[in-house]
């Protein structure tokens, strides 16, 4: 039993990065049309990120956590101002090209410096407080040992996503946004600056993306392809839930990540491919998604 | 949705004219090539690839449909032709036959999966779709995992050509090639290829018309698996190998930049950018991972500067569908 639920924590991190990562690319996919091949070079320029902030100049794992997301995010509001925007009013396709080439020269240059191998990063031995050291150790729940940097994954992860949704669904920002979404010429219109909001709006979905990276270094390690076979599993998950809604991402992201897992205990060769078989029986049986809007 | 290319000639006598002229052209240049001492390994890698690029393009250019897993195909057939000389020595026409076949039944079945869905998650099925392909053949014994199958008897194409021979070797790809290619072009050209474009500039129209778009897509679909897996079994006589880099998704990304660089929705683009990749590869091997950052360059400067590609830049100069 140990071993289930120890796959099953594995399972929840990794459905944490899935839904941070969906949910980005549904927010972008919303507002700019495109789907963001570059998704999985800017999660691993996120913990990269976190890590040059460790190694360079000493800033430790906290400060990352705020400082990578913002500073990937404008790394990707450069991208989204000098690149991408020239792409409105073209076949979608051409920003699924464009960003897999963004990818490619990100991805080749970090394996240019780096290799492929991985460059560890500790997990956070501060603040002290009491016995606690950081995130390090762990606690026994009685049925599991329970790693608490893996625990603050998933609850972290899961309070960022809840918030995302909460700043989309429930804000006057959020309403601004999804009006945009469905009408950008009116919207603007009455006085709103959607070119600057949809900017935004791609600094939003990368900065998640950065943040998974920069939550995935202390347990994946550090490295330049980390993101690359992931993007493609995100894919999948985002075929499967579909686009169509932000809790929609959320939820399916953390059922694969559970469902992933739980194949990892009783039938480990299928676990690498479960996600796809899923999306295949998903198309067969409602090829809409499970959340449903057609495109 | 717009039109991916913007300017698209009605397909007139005279342009199917003009597409002969330079087919003839062309096959005469591939022909005379054993002639020039160019390296000819070189070529008949960038023909299986270039045959492999215009079966894509004919699911992208004249479909409407990006696959991003068009190497599935290319490995498929790869693994299944290698396997079938190498481990049941059947003789070459039968291995290419066993290859083919093998992708044919692929595109069947990833085709009814993914046509179900269009554009931009159609791209993202085909990807994932190769992907479970990758880790399938990571995990079967039959692939030898990373080493790939490996030191592939070539023997003796229909008893007579010795395909262990470069020279005869390269005719027998190139007449492969000129087969899939006209194979192609006559799909273009054909009243499938004309309802296939309607389906690509406005599918809700075409439904409405009759039309049952939803099957057209899928014999496309599966025309350009076949195709592409021809190729892939070609190939295995050419590199005498075959390995997972064949099935990867970076893979299916180089078949997308060679016909994005030579023109999507162009007769002879592919071809162009099939050779353009493939030299570029062969002349900056030694830049490592720059290779990778100058295809992500390229993939870049084209969509936002150069999305006609060489040869639509070229039929757009001259006003001629080529």
Redesign the interface.
């Known amino acids: 039993m140990q071993a289930l639920y120890a796959q099953l924590l594995v399972g929840l991190i990794n459905g944490s990065f899935y839904a941070l990562l969906s949910l980005g690319l549904a927010v972008i996919?919303g507002m700019l049309n495109i789907?963001n091949f570059a998704h999985g070079a800017l999660y691993m320029m996120g913990a990269f990120c976190a890590y040059f902030l460790l190694s360079l100049s000493g800033i430790g794992y906290w400060w990352a956590l705020l400082i990578a997301p913002i500073a990937i995010g404008i790394f990707g509001m450069v991208l989204e101002r000098t690149?991408l925007q020239?792409?409105t009013?073209?076949?979608?396709?051409?920003g699924?090209?464009?960003t897999?080439?963004?990818?490619?020269?990100?991805?080749?240059?970090f394996?240019?410096y780096f290799g492929s191998s991985g460059l560890p990063y500790a997990i956070p031995d501060y603040p002290k407080v009491g016995d606690w050291n950081g995130l390090q150790g762990g606690i026994n729940l009685g049925f599991m040992f329970l790693p608490i940097y893996r625990g603050w994954v998933v609850i972290f992860s899961l309070v960022v996503c809840i918030a995302t949704w909460f700043l989309i669904e429930r804000t006057r920002l959020g309403a601004y946004l999804r009006a945009a979404t469905e009408n950008p010429t009116l919207v603007r219109a009455f006085g709103v600056n959607v070119p600057r909001m949809i900017t935004l709006t791609y600094g939003l979905g990368v900065g998640l993306a950065a943040l998974a990276g920069v939550l995935s270094a202390p347990i994946n390690q550090v490295r330049p392809l980390m993101g690359?076979?992931l993007i493609?599993?995100v894919?999948?998950v985002?075929?499967i839930g579909g686009m169509g809604s932000i809790m929609g991402s959320i939820i399916t992201g953390f059922a694969l990540g559970v469902i992933e897992g739980l194949t990892k205990y009783f039938y480990p060769?299928a676990s690498?491919?479960v996600v796809?078989?899923l999306?295949?029986l998903v198309?067969?049986v409602k090829?809409?998604g499970l959340t449903g809007k057609a495109? | 949705m717009t039109a991916l290319t913007d300017d698209t000639l009605p397909v007139t006598p005279q342009a199917v004219r003009d597409e002969m002229v330079v087919f003839g052209l062309m096959a005469l240049l591939l022909a005379s090539v054993p002639f020039t001492g160019i390296y000819p390994f070189f070529v008949m890698q960038a023909l299986c690839f270039a045959l492999v690029a215009c079966a894509f393009n004919l699911l992208i250019g004249y479909g409407g449909l990006l696959s991003f897993g068009h190497a599935m195909f290319l490995g498929t057939a790869g693994y299944c032709s290698a396997h079938a000389l190498k481990v049941w020595g059947v003789p070459p026409e039968l291995g290419i036959l066993i290859g083919t076949a093998a992708a044919a039944v692929l595109g069947v079945i990833t085709g009814y999966v993914s046509i179900r869905r269009q554009g931009i998650y159609f791209s993202m099925i085909t990807l994932a779709l190769s992907q479970l392909l990758y880790f399938i053949y990571l995990q079967t014994p039959f692939t030898h995992g990373e080493d790939g199958i490996q030191g592939i008897p070539q023997g003796h194409l229909f008893w007579i050509f010795d395909l262990s021979k470069p020279t005869v070797l390269y005719y027998v790809v190139l007449v492969g090639f000129l087969a899939g290619f006209l194979l192609i072009f006559r799909t273009i050209n054909s009243p499938f290829g004309e309802v296939l474009k309607a389906i690509r500039e406005n599918e809700p129209r075409a439904i409405s018309l009759g039309y049952k778009t939803d099957q057209y897509k899928l014999l496309a679909f599966i025309l350009s698996g076949t195709i592409a897996g021809f190729a892939g079994s070609l190939k295995v006589f050419v590199a005498q190998n075959a390995s997972l880099t064949d099935v990867h998704w970076s893979m299916s990304g180089e078949i997308v930049l060679m016909t994005l660089v030579g023109g999507l929705g162009t007769v002879f683009g592919p071809v162009v950018g099939a050779f353009v990749i493939i030299a570029m590869q062969q002349y900056l091997a030694s830049f490592g991972q720059w290779v990778q950052v100058i295809q992500g360059v390229i993939f870049v400067a084209c969509v936002l500067l150069f999305r006609r590609g060489v040869i639509g830049e070229l039929a757009h100069y001259l006003k001629r569908s080529l």
């Open positions: 996919f789907i690149m020239w792409l009013g073209l076949d979608h396709l051409y699924l090209l464009l897999f080439g963004i990818a490619l020269i990100v991805q080749g240059v394996q240019n690359a076979d493609i599993v894919f999948a985002v075929v060769e690498n491919t796809f078989v999306m295949v198309l067969l090829p809409t495109a």
